[in-house]
């Protein structure tokens, strides 16, 4: 009789941030798979698996970092070779998932483009999707395989709870991060307030009120991502102007992109903390930002779900934002 061959377990990055991919390898205690990836002249993307695949179980790591769009084609490119290459099962590591502000239409004549994202990783061959802090948790309804929707809460509030501040609150930027901010207040047993804003144009933020109790304390602020900073920036200030002692900023995405750099510099932020779920160029980091790693919590993750172990365990029963 033939002998069952046992399992493999596969991990591959894509040029969006192979270093991420490297530190998730290293946990897990192997080494990225080979895959020769190039640009040709004209823009278009290569991808060719330099190693037998047949029958492993594979991940594929690509944050969805600018350049956004051709990171995209080439995790689609990766995905659809392994699926030619007949690998048993296939997994997209997409630790910021890119178009998810667009989630729903809002005017007419628009896209769902977190949709159509899903739907091209699906025909691409992803069967599975490991992501973190979805900015709409209603994204994985988009997915007809299973999504393991991570939470860098934990890792933040730790964060937060180590430095010892005496009289903290936790304050949600908006009326969306509600949820959010409840996690990170329920984690630390401290207070939280909201902000009340509208946007004026897109990456533009009014702070218009300020909900709870604020004077005299240590304000956090949390949020799912950072972009221009605009909102934080704007935030920060109308703390202060309501009497909070120093302002902090907590987020899993730092996206910093356009001006973020100069309104944190010239801000009255006193710390920006986020996490490496996508690559951070040394001109757009700013002196007041910090840097927590997720590799250990994708590679638990990816361990679990070789092994066909229950992923929620790893959250104490519960790996929902």
């Known amino acids: 009789m033939k002998e069952v061959t046992r399992k493999k377990l596969m991990i591959f990055s894509g040029r969006s941030y192979p270093e991420l ?65 007949s690998a048993k099962r296939i997994s997209a590591v997409i630790p910021y998932y890119g178009y998810s502000r667009q989630d729903k239409k809002t005017l007419a004549r628009e896209p769902i483009s977190a949709r159509l ?14 992501t973190m802090d979805l900015h709409a948790g209603q994204i994985q309804g988009f997915f007809s395989g ?36 409840k996690k990170y207040s329920d984690h630390l047993g401290t207070p939280m307030a909201i902000l009340h804003k509208r946007r004026p144009g897109h990456n533009e933020a009014e702070v218009l009120h300020v909900i709870g109790e604020v004077k005299g304390k240590t304000a956090v602020l949390v949020d ?71 590799a250990s919590i994708f590679a638990n993750t990816i361990a679990s779900v070789f092994k066909d172990e229950s992923v929620s365990e790893l959250f104490g029963g519960n790996n929902q934002p």
């Open 21 to 85: 991919g490297r530190q998730i390898a290293g946990n897990l205690g192997i080494s990225l798979g080979k895959v020769d990836l190039q640009t040709f002249s004209n823009g278009e993307l290569y991808v060719r698996f330099e190693e037998s695949v047949r029958g492993v179980d594979a991940f594929v790591v690509q944050p969805c970092s600018p350049p956004i769009n051709a990171n995209i084609i080439e995790l689609l490119l990766m995905l659809d070779a392994l699926k030619r290459a």
């Open 146 to 181: 299973p999504v393991d929707h991570l939470t860098a809460v934990p890792l933040l509030a730790s964060y937060i709870s180590r430095q010892g501040f005496s009289d903290l609150v936790i304050v949600s930027p908006d009326a969306g991060r509600v949820k959010m901010a």
């Open 224 to 294: 799912d991502m950072i972009d221009t900073a605009g909102t934080m920036v704007a935030s920060s200030q109308a703390l202060l102007d309501q009497g909070a002692v120093e302002v902090y900023a907590c987020a899993t995405h730092g996206i910093f992109s356009g001006p973020a750099r100069e309104r944190i510099d010239g801000s009255p932020l006193k710390r920006v903390v986020v996490t490496n779920t996508l690559p951070i160029p040394e001109e757009r980091l700013s002196d007041k930002v910090e840097i927590l790693s997720i």
């Open 117 to 130: 994202i899903a739907d091209l990783l699906s025909t691409a061959g992803a069967e599975r999707v490991l």
